[in-house]
Nanobody, 124 residues
Framework: QMQLVESGGGLVQAGGSLRLSCAAS????????MGWFRQAPGKEREFIVG????????YYADSVKGRFTISRDNTKNTVYLQMNSLKPEDTAVYLC?????????????????WGQGTQVTVSS
């Protein structure tokens, strides 16, 4: 089993920034591709960005491209999500997930482990 714990969420004004972290334990972190998803009330869980094990393959959803940046530190077993120019529509619970696939992309079914999520609220 792999445990994933997100942190860094909070309340921010539109145009502001937040940095989310997801700390992994229980498995060899560098064996997994990682992804960030979000889920707003009453909406489907949405893929926003994925990163492969080495960090040299990244895919962003159009909704966050140019505003969000994913990175990972395999020495710290942590993946990060830097979120800039936040908008009210970015309000959601943000979850990180781990996949043993080489490149799962946005395929939710390819992710085996999920964190509990951290709330991000963007006020207008």
């Amino acid at each position: 089993q792999m445990q994933l714990v997100e942190s860094g969420g909070g309340l921010v004004q539109a145009g502001g920034s937040l940095r989310l972290s997801c700390a992994a334990s229980g498995r060899t972190f560098s064996d997994y591709a990682m992804g960030w998803f979000r889920q707003a009330p009453g909406k489907e869980r949405e893929f926003i960005v994925g990163i492969n094990w080495s960090g040299d393959n990244i895919y962003y959803a159009d909704s966050v491209k140019g505003r969000f940046t994913i990175s990972r530190d395999n020495t710290k077993n942590t993946v990060y999500l830097q979120m800039n120019s936040l908008k009210p529509e970015d309000t959601a619970v943000y979850l990180c997930a781990a996949s043993p696939s080489t490149w799962p992309g946005g395929n939710r079914r390819a992710y085996d482990y999920w964190g509990q999520g951290t709330q991000v609220t963007v006020s207008s």
